[in-house]
């Protein structure tokens, strides 16, 4: 069956250090990934997603995502934190079931910033 | 400007007492989907629908409806609601040909 792992539930960082939140998959086929984020009373944003090809791809805000078969991993980073980042962060997979497309999601990541 | 629209935004009611969530979007899509969001468990598909009059079960359907008479909406009904539909609900649109789900604001249910 598909799933989606954030192995860290909670995440504090200071404000201009380097960021990953860990994101670990299973799924039988090619994988469709995203990565969402949801800041506080909002809903969720799609900062960036792994169709196929290059496996580091880039999204909105600075962030990045490594995709990695080999680990079953797709991996979130950000090179310098803003206190801006803080929200909980959504991985997610995107399976085919009767031809629709459904996200799995993983429980989220809770971000905090420190100034 | 593209975007899911749900109402109300935030909803306090009783045990029994149905309700419905609405949900419209303006993009065209033909996919649309309600998921349910609670603490620790990230989100849960509760229903979806591939087209006008095409719905079907998600991983949480039980307690819930849907209808998909218009392509733009998909209304999410509790019949006789309960404590334990208590959370934080979201609708999502998306075209066939991606994976790339496109959500509502969201509607915040509590059951009494």
């Known amino acids: 069956a598909q799933s989606v792992t954030q192995p860290d539930i909670h995440i504090t960082v200071s404000e201009g250090a380097s960021l990953e939140l860990r994101c670990n998959y299973s799924y039988g086929a090619t994988p469709y990934l995203f990565w969402y984020v949801q800041s506080p009373g909002q809903g969720l944003q799609l900062l960036l997603k792994y169709f196929s090809g290059d496996t580091l791809v880039q999204g909105i805000k600075g962030f990045e995502a490594e995709f990695k078969r080999s680990q079953s991993s797709f991996n979130l980073r950000k090179p310098s934190v803003h206190w801006s980042d803080a929200a909980e962060y959504f991985c997610?997979?995107?399976?085919?079931?009767?031809?629709?497309?459904?996200?799995?999601f993983g429980a989220g990541t809770r971000l905090a910033v420190h100034p | 400007e593209a975007q899911v629209t749900q109402n109300p935004r935030y909803l306090i009611t009783v045990t029994g007492k149905k309700l419905t969530v609405t949900c419209s979007q303006n993009m065209n899509h033909e996919y649309m989907s309600w998921y349910r969001q609670d603490p620790g468990l990230g989100l849960r598909q509760i229903y979806y629908?591939?087209?006008?009059?095409?719905?079907d079960k998600g991983d949480v359907p039980e307690g819930y409806k849907v209808s998909r008479k218009e392509k733009r909406n998909f209304p999410l009904i509790l019949e006789s609601p309960s404590p334990n539909q208590t959370s934080l609900y979201f609708c999502a649109s998306s075209k066939p040909a991606t994976d790339t789900q496109y959500f509502g604001p969201g509607t915040r249910l509590t059951v009494l």
């Open positions: 997610a997979v995107g399976a085919r079931a009767g031809g629709y497309n459904k996200l799995i």
């Open positions: 629908s591939m087209n006008v009059e095409v719905t």
